[in-house]
């Protein structure tokens, strides 16, 4: 076959996980946690589904769900979203995105996104004709260069993907940086998506800044998020988009051709189960103790491990223990030491490499205790 993509190879989240199964390593790779949501959500679930509310849902999502959004998002960052005209319920954070990418994005428009960046935006924005354009986050604190930002915007720079907190460093934006980022838009006609998948997930008492909650910014941002990481369904593929109805009208266009719609009775499901604010709120110090245990463990190992300031990501140098590239590190790891881990070179579009690996902490006590011991028998 003549592949219209013959350079694209499988995401590194598949290739680490299947690894992983082959060799019976303990999977701290992919993102995805390893114990159970509560039972209270799949009897709502199983409960909507006998009652009948298995057809068809609105393009836009259940309104039960598009109110229980708009309400969550008013009450944590201020801003009001109309329920009928400005929330929108997506197959995941991944179609929200490519389908954000696809509605604005025309061939030869150039996007700016920060590496390391997450593994499913530039593919997106290729594959609709795009340009990335990448600016870098630097290690080892990962915060955004402003300066090199704005050296990066022409009159094509049609988009900026912004992600806190960010996969895979665990960065976060500042109400700094959010005000720096609305100066040097300010004037344009730049639409900013702002992946915020992680808007739960914050540690050391640091609050989530949501770009709707900046009145200037919110008037161009479609910001995403998703119920896979904040009720530990990330297999359900459900998530949302906000933004102002004109641009929504935009990303409506392309998702009514896209997916239409998305599951109902998990719709339901998550409208009723998110009435219970504590579900979401509770989310940080629930994976606070996860990092904390986590990096106590991993004291004891050479790996040097990077602040952590939000996500359910973990960095590591591993300098001290091999200098092989990191992909063949973490193969390396996954195969003899069992334990499976994620290449940070993975994204980066050059595959430049700082000999850092990528470990998922969103998982039981047992499993972090199980691949720690692992990596101290082998070091
Ligand atoms: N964006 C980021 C930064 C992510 O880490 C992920 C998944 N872990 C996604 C988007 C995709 O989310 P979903 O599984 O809801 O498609
Ligand atoms: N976002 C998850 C991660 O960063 C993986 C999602 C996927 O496998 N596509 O590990």
Known sequence: IDSRFPDMGTTIFTVMSRLAAECGAVNLSQGFPDFQAEPALFDAMHRHMLAGRNQYPPMAGLPELRQAIADKVAALYGTRFDVESEVTVTA???????????????PGDEV??????YDSYVPAIETVGGKAVHAQLQFPDYA?????VASLITPKTRMIIVNSPHNPTGSLLTAADVDRLAELVRGTDIVILSDEVYEHILFDGERHVSLCGHPELAARTIVVSSFGKTYHITGWKIGYVVGPAALMAEFRKVHQFNVFTVHAPSQLAIAEYMQDASRHLGLAAFYQEKRDFFRQLMAATPFELLPCRGTYFQLARYDRISDLPDRAFAEWLTREVGVAVIPVSAFYADGRDDNVVRFCFAKREETLRAAVERLGKAF
């Not at 995941?92 to 025309?106: D, H, K, L």
């Not at 700016?112 to 960046?117: L, R």
């Open 92 to 106: 995941g954070a991944t179609q929200a995105i490519f389908t954000a990418v696809a509605a604005f994005v025309r």
């Open 144 to 148: 955004p260069d402003w300066a090199q």
């Open 112 to 117: 700016i996104v920060f590496e390391p960046v």
